[in-house]
């Protein structure tokens, strides 16, 4: 009986440990995402992903990268116009306040997808990861939209001849 008090002191400390871990959420658990699609462009050239991510959770959290077994590299980047003049930036997070959202988006947030493993074709589901700050992960479909598509709804009309 010498080992059962501390034997029933480390049961106990793995039982608070273990409700202690289920209390905590991860980002990746109070993040929703919606409207998740991907403009593919013709040939090699990169697809951009766009996704908006609702936060419901009370702390901010941070949209840190992404990875996807359809392409060879993912990143994380920023359009905008200056002085009439396009830039697209590298970023290193995206900031996603409590009980907010960020929306990435043609001409702003986005996703860059690099190096098809294998041809994406409008109508194609493609698994994404996003990863936050805290090392959590969300697996999101996004749905393959053709070059001329608006946003996560219908293809953008063809333009007829004048």
Do not use: C
Request: hydrophobic share 45%; aromatic share 4%.
């Amino acid at each position: 009986m010498k080992h059962a008090r501390p034997l029933a002191l480390l049961a106990a400390l793995l039982v608070g440990l273990s409700l202690a871990t289920g209390v905590y959420a991860g980002a990746a658990d109070q993040v929703h995402a919606t409207h998740a699609w991907i403009r593919v462009l013709p040939g090699a050239l990169p697809a951009g992903g766009y996704v908006t991510l609702q936060n419901h959770g009370d702390q901010p959290v941070a949209l840190i990268g992404a990875r996807s077994t359809a392409y060879g590299e993912v990143m994380l980047h920023h359009s905008s116009t200056q002085g009439g003049t396009s830039r697209m930036t590298m970023v290193e997070s995206l900031p996603i306040p409590a009980h907010g959202q960020a929306v990435l988006a043609p001409a702003g947030y986005h996703l860059m997808l690099m190096q098809a493993i294998a041809p994406v074709t409008p109508g194609d589901t493609v698994k994404v990861v996003l990863e936050f700050s805290d090392g959590s992960r969300l697996p999101v479909d996004f749905t393959a939209r053709p070059a001329n598509a608006l946003g996560d709804e219908a293809p953008a009309p063809a333009h007829s001849g004048h």
